[in-house]
C-alpha cells in the first residue's frame, strides 16, 4: 500500500497508478492490521452515500514532494472511502472540490478568511465553505506538512463518519518536536521489542527501500509525528561512521516529503570508538573537533538531519562523568558541534548509580543542579515518572524543577512493563494523566503539559517522545491493540489538550468499524485496560514487581548485582507492612516536588491511595478509605485486575461478527492469554506478600491456584525483548 512520491511526475499520473494499485490490493488482502487506522474502507453513512453521487474533483497547488504525498493520500482515501476517483482539476468547476495548499502554491486560496497567523509552521484548516458558488472544502496551511496534516484530518472526519456539512478545524501543535525513539540495534533486533525484528533493514539500506518505510512515514505524519530517532539508546558507534550515514541519508530522503527528520542516539564513547582518539572527555578540544567534524559530515549528507539523543552514564553506558565531568559538559559538547546546523540534543535525565538510597531520586540529584548551564540547543529528556515506565508512577519531579532548562517528555509506547504485545493496554490514559498531573512549580494550574509546551517556562525546544513499539510484524506493533498507543501518543503529542477518551473513540471507527455499538463497548474496554494491569501487577502504587526478563511477577527477586533491579527493593514488605517510604522518615524523596505537592504526598491520609505504597511503608492492617485492611484491599486489587480482563474477554466475545474474523479472532487470543497471565499476576504476588502479612485472604477470595514455590520456579529468560543476562536469573 505504499504511495511513491516522486515530485517530478504530475499529480494526475500519482492518482492513477494509486487508485490502480489499490484496486488490486483490495481484492487480494485480507485485515491483518498493516494498513493500521488508514484502511479507508467504505463507510455507509448519508453524507457519504451522497457524496458518491458525484464526482470530486481536487484542486491542489504547485506540486511538491509534500504537497503531492497530500494529494496522493488523499486520492487513496476518497477512493477507499467513496469508491469514486477523484479527478484533478486546474480549478473549482463543480460541487464538491478540495482546495488544498498554501497560500504561495495555491494562490486563489490567498482571498479566502483564514487566520493565518494561528498556524505558525505546522498547522492547518479544512473547513467547509462556498467558493464561486460551489460548496467547496478547504485543505490549507502555511506550509506543505502543515497542509499534508490537514488532509489526514480531514480523511479522519470521513472515516469516523462526521458530517461534512459545516466542517470548521483550525487545529496547530504545541509542541514542536514530537518523536519516535526506536530502540532497533543495527543487527535487526530490538531492546524491548515485542513486534518482530527491527523494520529498519541497515544491511539493504541505502539501495533497497522496503515499501514499509514509506508506510510507516504516512502512519507517522497522519498522527504529526515529525522525528525519528531510529536506533537504540543503548548506541552503538558503528551507526556514526560514513557508510551508516550514508544509510541514514536514504532513510532521511524517504521521510523528508512526510515532514519526518532522522535523528541519530549518540554514543559518548565514539571518538575512541571510530575516532582513533585516546579520549571522549568533552573538555578535550580533539573530542570537541572530532564530533564537530562529525556533525559536518552528517549534516554533508542530511542537510535537515535532527540532532541526537544521548543515553550517558547510565546502566554502564559512557559519559562525560567518566571523566569527572557533568552531564551539561557532555551536552553542551555535541549541542555546539550542531549548533551552527540548527541541530539539537537530547539528553537523557534516566540515569542512576548502584548503591543509591532511592533510585528515584538520582535523576532529579544529578541534573536539578545543572538547571542553567545548558545550551539553548539542548533539551533534556525526562520519563514520566521517576523510576522507569512503570504501569503506574508519580511524575517525575524534574517536570517544572528545571525552569532554565528545556525538559521533554518520554513516555514508553513499547509495553515493557505492561504486558508485552499481548495484554491489552491503551496507554492514552497513562500519558493524558500525566500530561495533566499538576507540578506546582509556579503555583496551581503548572500542569506537565504546560512544562513540556514551554507555555509555564518559555524555551527554544519544546517536546515529547514515545519509545516505539513498532517492528516488521505484518500489523506492525505485535497486536492489534497496540497500534492505539503509537496513534495515541501521536494524536497526544500534537494535542495534549485531547481527551483519550475521544482518541480512543477515533481509533477504534477508523481501526475497526464505526456502529456505534461496537464503538462504545471496545472503548470502554480500552479506557479500563490501564487501570486494570496497575491493579493485577503493581496496585496502590507498589512498583517494579516483575521479574527480571520483565515477563511476569516475581516480588520476590532480591539480591543481583544492582539493588534497585529487584522488587524487594521497591515493596519494601516485611511483618509490619508494605511500601517505600519516601517521606522524611524514609528517603525523604518527596522533598523533590513543589511544596504543595510534597506536602500532599508526605501525608499518609492526603497521598492518593492509587500512590500509597510508592510514598509510604504502610501496616498490613491500616484501614483505607473503603474501611478495608490494607491487606484485603490489596488482594481485592489484584482480584479485580483479573476480573477486569475476564470482563474484557467477555465483552470482546460478544462482539463476534462485527468486524473482520481474522484480526477478531486474535485479539481473542491474545485476550485468553492476558487472562491468564492477570491471574499469574495476582496469585504469585498474593502468594508471596502472604509470606510477609501473615494473614488470611478475605473470606470470599480465592485461594492462589498454586504455592509460592510453583511461581518462585518458572523462568523464562528468552522471551522477547529480554537482555541477554536474564538468562542467567532462572533460580538454580
Ligand atoms: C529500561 C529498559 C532498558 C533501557 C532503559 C533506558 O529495561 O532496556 O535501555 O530503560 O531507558 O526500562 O535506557
Sequence with gaps: MNSAVNGKRPLTAYACLLVASLCIASQSRAEDGYELWLRYKPIGTRQLEASRESTTEIVAGTPSPTLTAAVSELTRGLFGLLGASPAIAPTVTKDRSILIGTPRSLPIIRQLEVKWDQLGAEGYVVRSLTYEGHPTILIAANSDIGVLYGTFSFLRLLQTGQSLQNIQVLSAPRVRYRILDHWDNLGRSVERGYAGESIWDWHKLPDYIDPRYIDYAR???????????????????????????????????????????????????????????????????????????????????????????????????????????????????????????????????????????????????????????????????????????????????????????????????????????????????????????????????????????????????????????????????????????????GRLAWDASLSSRAIAEEWVRMTFSNDPAFVGRVVAMMMGSREAAVNYMTPLGLTHQMSRSHYGPAPWSTGGPEAGWTSTYFARADEKGIGFDRTVTGSNAVAQYAPQVAAEFSSLKRTPERLLLWFHHVPWDYRMRSGNTLWDELVMHYTHGVQSVSDMRQTWSSLQGAIDSERFEQVSSFLAIQEKEAKWWRDASIAYFQTRSHRLLPSGFEPTEHDLSYYEALCFPYVPGARPEASSLCKK
Design 219 to 489: 502512519a507517522c505524519a497522519s498522527v504529526g509525528i515529525n522525528g525519528t530517532v531510529p536506533n537504540n539508546v543503548n548506541a552503538s558507534s558503528v551507526s556514526l561512521t560514513s557508510p551508516y550515514l550514508g544509510k541514514l541519508a536514504a532513510l532521511a530522503n524517504v521521510f523528508r516529503p512526510y515532514g519526518i527528520r532522522v535523528y541519530l542516539t549518540a554514543k559518548f564513547s565514539a571518538p575512541i570508538e571510530i575516532g582513533g582518539l585516546q579520549t571522549a572527555d568533552p573538555l578535550n578540544p580533539s573530542v570537541q573537533d572530532w564530533w564537530r567534524r562529525k556533525a559536518d559530515e552528517i549534516y554533508g549528507l542530511i542537510p535537515d538531519f535532527g540532532g541526537f539523543l544521548v543515553k550517558a552514564n547510565s546502566e554502564g553506558e559512557p559519559g562525560p562523568q567518566d571523566y569527572g565531568r557533568t552531564h551539561a559538559d557532555g551536552a553542551n559538547m555535541l549541542a555546539d558541534a550542531l549548533a551552527a546546523h540548527g541541530g539539537i540534543v537530547m539528553w537523557r535525565a534516566f540515569v542512576y548509580r548502584a548503591g543509591g538510597d532511592d533510585r528515584a531520586k538520582q535523576g532529579f540529584e544529578d541534573f536539578k543542579r545543572l538547571d542553567g548551564s545548558f545550551r539553548d540547543n539542548v533539551t533534556i529528556q525526562v520519563k514520566n515518572g521517576p523510576i522507569d515506565f512503570q504501569p503506574r508512577e508519580p511524575f517525575h519531579p524534574l517536570f517544572g524543577a528545571m525552569p532554565k532548562t528545556s525538559t521533554m517528555l518520554e513516555v514508553q509506547l513499547t509495553k515493557e512493563y505492561l504486558g508485552f504485545a499481548t495484554h491489552l493496554v491503551f496507554l492514552g490514559p497513562l500519558i493524558e494523566e500525566v500530561l495533566r498531573t499538576d507540578t506546582y512549580a509556579a503555583g496551581p494550574g503548572s500542569t506537565v503539559a504546560k512544562v513540556v509546551d514551554g507555555s509555564l517556562f518559555p524555551h527554544r525546544i519544546t517536546g515529547i517522545a514515545g519509545v516505539a513499539n513498532v517492528g516488521s510484524d505484518r500489523n506492525w506493533t505485535g497486536s492489534h491493540f497496540d497500534q492505539a498507543n503509537w496513534y495515541g501518543f
